[in-house]
């Protein structure tokens, strides 16, 4: 008989610990991800950046697709919620065009700012098999939603060219803040500078007072 308690024992005693340990090990997979794509990915690093041993993450995931998988679901997840929660918190009186604007800097800002989870789901989409992509695709439409809503609102009420057809400026609008994850270098120019550009972008190249 062990006088020891078993790894799945341990968790059971200490939730919260484990807990904390895989979302490390989630922190670190995203750091990675995000600097070395998918392909260059290794556990070792992930584990060394984690401060884990290696075979400890596949007490919490069954393998390396797995956490992958989480890490770019957690991406497209988390931004969708940081966004969300800005425009919950604006005043009511906020203006359709001014929610665009504002969503238009809270995404720029978890995604280059705040959040490697963003930068490696965005670095990545195009790198999976197919199987990883079907459930962080779906997080990504409900994102993608959140985005036509925002532009028909804006439309309806006048602040928005007519002749817009709304999703493909949806996907231009989504597109290209997404790329600024591949090219933008603060050394050059700074955030507010590129959160200002692409709001101009909104409000005169798309908004009906030009």
């Known amino acids: 008989m062990m006088s020891g308690a078993t790894s799945n024992e341990q968790a059971l005693e200490n939730p919260s610990k484990s807990a904390r340990t895989r979302e490390r090990i989630?922190?670190?997979?995203?750091?990675?991800?995000?600097?070395?794509?998918?392909?260059?990915?290794?556990?070792?690093?992930?584990?060394?950046?984690?401060?884990?041993?290696?075979?400890?993450?596949?007490?919490?995931f069954q393998s390396r697709d797995e956490l992958v998988e989480e890490v770019m679901w957690a991406g497209a997840h988390r931004v969708r919620t940081h966004?969300?929660?800005?425009?919950?918190e604006l005043p009511q009186e906020t203006s359709p065009l001014q929610k665009i604007l504002h969503a238009v800097e809270a995404h720029l800002r978890y995604?280059?700012?705040?959040?490697?989870?963003?930068?490696?789901?965005?670095?990545n989409t195009g790198q999976l098999p197919e199987h990883l992509r079907v459930r962080p695709a779906a997080e990504e439409a409900t994102y993608s939603r959140t985005w036509r809503t925002l532009l028909g609102e804006a439309q309806e009420a006048g602040e928005l060219?007519?002749?817009?057809?709304?999703?493909?400026?949806r996907l231009l609008i989504l597109g290209s803040?997404?790329?600024?994850?591949?090219w933008w270098n603060p050394r050059t120019r700074t955030l507010e500078d590129l959160v200002k550009a692409t709001q101009d972008l909104v409000r005169y190249g798309m908004g009906s007072q030009l």
């Open 26 to 60: 989630l922190d670190a997979a995203a750091q990675v991800l995000s600097q070395k794509g998918y392909a260059g990915m290794r556990l070792a690093d992930v584990a060394r950046v984690a401060e884990v041993q290696a075979p400890a993450i596949y007490y919490y």
């Open 83 to 88: 966004v969300e929660q800005v425009l919950d």
């Open 111 to 123: 995604e280059l700012n705040i959040s490697d989870y963003a930068t490696a789901s965005i670095r």
């Open 161 to 169: 060219r007519k002749d817009l057809d709304i999703n493909v400026t």
């Open 177 to 182: 803040m997404n790329w600024a994850a591949e």
